[in-house]
C-alpha cells in the first residue's frame, strides 16, 4: 500500500534516522542522548505526577457527586484540546508546508495517499501527549471500576482519542494554509490554545473558589465541577460517551464513542479521495527561498549595525541579543513563558484561593523554616530548566556569520549572552521571590540566602545550557521552531538543569537531617553554586574563543 510506504520514507528520515546517531559517534558525543532522556524524563515525570494527583481529587469529588468518571471525561476534554492546539501547527509543517512537497507531488501517488501518510505520522508524533495526560486519569478511575467495559473502553481510549481532535485540527490548518503561508504563526497558533486552556482551568477554580467561600465547603466545590462536567459534556459530547464507557453498564457509551472516531475517520478519507485535495508544492519554491534569503539578510544589516554603532560593545552585544529574539514570535512566546509562566500561576493561585484556606497556609507557611527552603527549592528547578542558553547560538541561525565576521573575541559575545541570560532569568527569580514572599510571609532572615542564591543558580544553569549550544548549535532552520522547541539542545539542557537542582538541594537537605539550622542550610546553596560558577564562567569563555572559530554556517 502506498500509504505505509510513505509513512516509513518519513519515519525513517525524522523519528527514526540513523544519520543523526552516526553523526553523535563519529564525534564521540553519544552522552548526548541519555541528557536528552534525562530531561524528557524530568519534564515528564513532573507532568504526570502534577495531572495524577489533580485527578485524584477530581475522582473523589465526582465519587461524592455520584459521577466518578468525570475525571474520564476531564481528561479527554484536556487531551482533546491540547491534541487540536498541538495538531494545527503540526499539520502546518508536515503537510501544507513541508518541505518535501515537490519531491512527493511528483511520485505516482495520488494527494490523499500523501496526506494519509502524514496524517498518520501525525497521529503517532501527538499519541505520546495524549498518553500523558489520559494514563493517569485511567490510573486514578480502573481500581474502583475493573468492568469489562472499562477495560475495552480503556484501549479503545488510549488508542483513537486523538482520531477526533485531529481531524479537526486538519481542518483548521486547511483553512489557515487557504489564507495564504502563515507557516510563521504557528507559535501564535500554539499560544492561542495554551491561553484558553490556562482560562478553562482559571473559570473552574474562581468558581469554585467562591462556591467554596459561599458555604458547603467540598460539597460546594463537587457540585460546581459537577456542573461545569455536565456543560462540557454537552459540547464534547464524544468525550461524554467514552466516559460513560468506563462504567459498569457502560457498552453503549463505548460503541457510540467508538463509532463516531470511526465514522470522523471515514469521513474525511473519503472527502479527500473524492475532491482529489490538493497539497501546495511551492514552500520551498524560490519564492519562499527569497523571502529567507530577504529576511536573513536584513537580520544580518541590522545586527552588524548594532554592533558597530554602539561605543561599548558589550552592551551593543546584549541588544543584539535582545534584537534577535524579538526578530520572531517564537522566540518571544517562547521566552517570555518561561520567564512569566510561574508569577502568573502564583498570582492566580492567589486571587483565585479561598480567604480562609489561603490564610491558615500562609500563617502556616511564615512559622515553617523549612517552606523558605522547599520555596527556593521550587525556583532552582525552575530557573534550571529553559530553553534561553541551551539555544542561545542557535537562534542566531545563519546570521552567526555575522558574529564570525565582527572583530569581536568569541569569550566576549559568549560573556554578552551570559550578561542576557542574567537580566532575563535574575529578574525573573526576584519576581517569584517577591511574590512568594508576600504571601508566605517569609521571615526577613530568609532573605540572607534566597537573594544571593538567584544570581548564583542563573549563572550555573548558564554554564551547563550554553556549553552544549557552544558544542552542536543548530544553525541551518527552516523555522524558528528548529531552532528552539525542536533543537536537542534544549533537552539536554533540561537533563542538565536537574542534574543542578539535584546537586544544589540534595546537599542543603542532608544538611538539615543532619540537624543544621535551616537558614545555615539554606546558605550553602548559593555558597556551592556560587563556587561552581567561579571555576565554570573561565573555562566556558576559554572554550567559547576556539568554537567560534571552528563552527561554520
Request: charged letters at 10%; a positive charge.
Amino acid at each position: 500500500m502506498k500509504t505505509i510506504t510513505l509513512l516509513k520514507a518519513r519515519l525513517k528520515g525524522n523519528l527514526f534516522s540513523t544519520s543523526y546517531l552516526k553523526d553523535l559517534y563519529r564525534r564521540d558525543r553519544l552522552w548526548v542522548l541519555p541528557a536528552a532522556g534525562l530531561g524528557i524524563a524530568a519534564g515528564a515525570g513532573f507532568f504526570i505526577v502534577m495531572l495524577y494527583q489533580n485527578y485524584k481529587a477530581l475522582f473523589t469529588m465526582g465519587a461524592q457527586g455520584g459521577v466518578p468518571e468525570t475525571v474520564i471525561l476531564m481528561s479527554g476534554i484536556m487531551s482533546g484540546l491540547m491534541i487540536f492546539f498541538v495538531g494545527t501547527p503540526l499539520c502546518l509543517s508536515n503537510i501544507f508546508y513541508s518541505k518535501d512537497n515537490i519531491l512527493t507531488s511528483s511520485l505516482p501517488v495520488t494527494p490523499a495517499e500523501i496526506i494519509g501518510s502524514r496524517m498518520i505520522s501525525v497521529y503517532l508524533f501527538t499519541l505520546p501527549i495524549h498518553l500523558a495526560v489520559v494514563i493517569p486519569a485511567i490510573a486514578v478511575y480502573l481500581p474502583s471500576e475493573s468492568s469489562l467495559p472499562a477495560v475495552i473502553s480503556t484501549v479503545v481510549f488510549c488508542l483513537t482519542g486523538t482520531l477526533v481532535p485531529l481531524l479537526a485540527a486538519f481542518g483548521a490548518s486547511a483553512a489557515i494554509a487557504g489564507l495564504g503561508n502563515l507557516s510563521g504563526h504557528k507559535t501564535a497558533i500554539e499560544l492561542a490554545g495554551m491561553s484558553a486552556a490556562v482560562l478553562l482551568l482559571g473559570a473552574v477554580q474562581l468558581t469554585a473558589a467562591r462556591s467554596m467561600m459561599s458555604s458547603g465547603g467540598l460539597s460546594a466545590v463537587a457540585e460546581t465541577l459537577m456542573k461545569y462536567a455536565a456543560m462540557l459534556g454537552r459540547i464534547f459530547f464524544a468525550s461524554k460517551w467514552t466516559a460513560a464507557g468506563f462504567t459498569a453498564g457502560g457498552t453503549v457509551g463505548l460503541l457510540l464513542s467508538a463509532a463516531f472516531r470511526a465514522a470522523a475517520a471515514i469521513t474525511v478519507s473519503r472527502l479527500l479521495a473524492v475532491s482529489g485535495f490538493k497539497i501546495p508544492a511551492q514552500t520551498s519554491g524560490a519564492s519562499a527561498k527569497a523571502v529567507r534569503r530577504k529576511r536573513s539578510s536584513g537580520q544580518v544589516e541590522a545586527s552588524a549595525a548594532v554592533v558597530f554603532r554602539q561605543s561599548s560593545v558589550t552592551a551593543a552585544l546584549i541588544k543584539r541579543e535582545w534584537s534577535v529574539v524579538k526578530s520572531n514570535s517564537a522566540f518571544i512566546f517562547e521566552i517570555a513563558g518561561e520567564v512569566l509562566i510561574l508569577p502568573i500561576l502564583l498570582t492566580v493561585f492567589y486571587f483565585s484561593m479561598p480567604g480562609d484556606i489561603k490564610d491558615f497556609i500562609f500563617e502556616a507557611a511564615g512559622n515553617s523554616e523549612v517552606i523558605p527552603l522547599i520555596v527556593m527549592a521550587m525556583m532552582i528547578i525552575m530557573n534550571s530548566i529553559n530553553s534561553i542558553s541551551s539555544t542561545s547560538l542557535s537562534r542566531e541561525g545563519t546570521s552567526f556569520a555575522v558574529s564570525k565576521a565582527i572583530p569581536v573575541k568569541g569569550s566576549t559575545q559568549v560573556k554578552a549572552k551570559m550578561y542576557f541570560h542574567l537580566i532575563l532569568l535574575t529578574a525573573s527569580w526576584f519576581l517569584n521571590l517577591v511574590i512568594l514572599v508576600i504571601m508566605l510571609k517569609i521571615p526577613p532572615v530568609h532573605l540572607v540566602y534566597l537573594i544571593p542564591a538567584g544570581p548564583a543558580v542563573v549563572l550555573l544553569g548558564f554554564c551547563a545550557s550554553i556549553h552544549i549550544d557552544l558544542m552542536r548549535p543548530v544553525l541551518k532552520w527552516s523555522h524558528p521552531q528548529q531552532a528552539m522547541k525542536q533543537n536537542m539542545n534544549v533537552l539536554i539542557g533540561m537533563g542538565f538543569g536537574l542534574l543542578i537542582w539535584a546537586g544544589l538541594v540534595i546537599p542543603g537537605a542532608g544538611l538539615y537531617l543532619a540537624g543544621l539550622r535551616p537558614v545555615l542550610c539554606g546558605i550553602s546553596v548559593p555558597l556551592i553554586a556560587g563556587a561552581l560558577d567561579v571555576i565554570l564562567i573561565p573555562r566556558i569563555l576559554k572554550y567559547s574563543e576556539s568554537r567560534y572559530i571552528e563552527i561554520t554556517v
